[in-house]
Structure formats: C-alpha cells, structure tokens
C-alpha cells in the first residue's frame, strides 16, 4: 500500500513582528496603605477597618511529633524543628497561625501551619513538640482540641 498526500511544503513569507508600544512604568516604591491607631490602641487599616483573624473553630484530637522528623524537610520546604512552635494540618494555608487549646486542661499554644497531616483518622492536628509541651499533651500523646 502507497499512500500520498497533496500536501506540501511551501515557504513562509519572513514578517517582522509588530513594533512595541511603550508602557507607563510604575513607580519605583509602593504607595503604603494610611495606618493609623484609633483611642484604643487598636490598629486599624485604610479607610478604618480593623483587620481581625477569620474566626475558624474545629474540635478533635491532637497528637505530636517530634525526634524522628527532626532536621527534616516539612511539606511547606522549612526544615521541621521539633522545638518550634508549629503544627501539622491536612487542608490549612502554610503559615497560617493557630491558637490550640487543650480541652482537658485549659493550656493554649500558638502554632504556625508548617506541615500537612496528621494521617491516622481520628486526630485533627500534630503539635511540634514544642506545642505539645506547651499544652502538656507530651505524656498522654493524644489530647482533645
């Protein structure tokens, strides 16, 4: 079987490409947003807004982690210090702050988001050891949150 097209090649007129239209460039430095301090103390943004935390609640078990991940690479590329006040979350922003409270005791940490987990089915957040010392959660392991 011979098989043909009629198809062939036929050269490309050269064109040069359309001129350039300058741009505007920007400024060199950023306008910074109007900060101020309002009576109380409170600071607030442009146009008067307060800038508050989004408000997120979620109650569950927490765990901790610690020597054997030490020096390693967490998911968010830092090196994972076990003496550091981080954690672990599946679907929290890297570098999302937290305050954990331990709800058998009252203790609180705040903790960075750093690392993705935990991966055992009925805990909700892994602690640094840091963290976990903080809310005093080393010696049960696993402590509601």
Known sequence: MIVSGCAGRRPVAASAPPPVTPVA?????????????????????????????VAYMEEGNASWYGAPFHGRRASNGEIYDMNKMTA???????????????????????????????????????????????IESIGPGVVPV
């Open 25 to 53: 460039t920007p400024s060199a430095t950023a306008e910074k947003a109007r900060r101020s301090t309002d009576t109380t103390g409170t600071r607030t943004g442009a146009g008067g807004t307060l800038a508050a935390p």
């Open 88 to 134: 672990a979350h599946r679907t929290m922003a890297f570098g999302t702050v937290l305050r954990v409270t331990n709800l058998t005791n009252g203790k609180t940490a705040v903790v960075r988001i750093t690392d993705r987990g935990p991966f055992v089915d009925n805990r909700i957040i892994d602690l640094s050891m840091a963290a976990a010392k903080a």
